[in-house]
């Protein structure tokens, strides 16, 4: 079956702008998170959904980032007014409940570059 | 808050050999899960092996085995027989006590493994 994909793949932008970066979990899965990974480091914890609700937003570094979930499925990444420090991999992972110890699937992330 | 520490950035290993990767943990929680997630140059994360914290028994999957020492909040990860394709980064994650709202991975800087033919 189809495992978690993420688009774009690569995505450069200017300073400034505003990104929206996708990511299509695997059919079934009620959890899905993001994830930040800058270079040289593990990823970090963003946010996560539990179905269409945010259930915890406390990995957000400020009021530029935003996720929505609408229908349960897809989940958009949004960064208003990029900087230069937000050019990491994004990285979206899915699974099958929260909470549970279930595998957080992953997929091949989105690397955004600010110029 | 709990923390994750891999303390070797860099290991190097001769093909068929055996290597051991670091991993120590912070936490005051007793129940937990710990992983470890393998990410080639792709990007994309892979489960490698999990542990339960409740769990005496190490857990092992093929060539890959763990050492979890609870008492001292160790974590390693031994790879037998190690393959050219076992080359990437490899990541420690600690799974949160299940309850409210938490249930995200905590992850260690990673180690990069490099496989000698």
């Known amino acids: 079956g189809a495992g978690v994909s993420q688009t774009p793949s690569n995505k450069v932008t200017e300073k400034g702008k505003y990104v929206e970066l996708r990511c299509d979990p695997i059919s079934g899965h009620t959890a899905l998170y993001w994830y930040r990974q800058s270079l040289g480091q593990g990823p970090e914890f963003l946010i996560y959904f539990q179905g269409t609700g945010a259930a915890d937003d406390s990995g957000l570094p400020n009021d530029r980032f935003f996720a929505v979930r609408p229908e349960g499925s897809v989940s958009t990444l949004k960064i208003q007014r990029t900087e230069r420090g937000d050019s990491a991999v994004y990285l979206c992972?899915?699974?099958?409940?929260?909470?549970?110890?279930?595998?957080?699937?992953f997929g091949p992330g989105t690397r955004l570059t600010v110029l | 808050a709990q923390t994750v520490t891999q303390s070797q950035p860099e290991m190097s290993v001769q093909e068929a050999e055996t290597v051991t990767l670091s991993c120590t943990y912070d936490?005051?929680?007793?129940?937990?899960?710990l992983f470890w997630y393998k990410q080639p140059p792709s990007r994309q994360m892979i489960l490698v092996i999990r542990?339960?914290?409740?769990?005496?028994q190490n857990a092992t999957e093929n060539r890959f085995s763990v050492n979890f020492q609870k008492a001292a909040k160790s974590f390693s990860l031994k790879i037998s027989d190690s393959q050219l394709g076992d080359a990437a980064m490899y990541f420690c994650?600690?799974?949160?006590?299940?309850?409210?709202?938490?249930?995200?991975?905590?992850f260690g800087k990673g180690t990069k493994l490099s496989v000698k033919p």
């Open positions: 992972a899915s699974s099958l409940c929260v909470p549970c110890y279930n595998e957080q699937f």
């Open positions: 936490t005051s929680e007793s129940d937990y899960y």
């Open positions: 994650a600690y799974h949160p006590v299940p309850g409210g709202s938490q249930g995200n991975l905590i």
């Open positions: 542990q339960e914290a409740y769990k005496q």
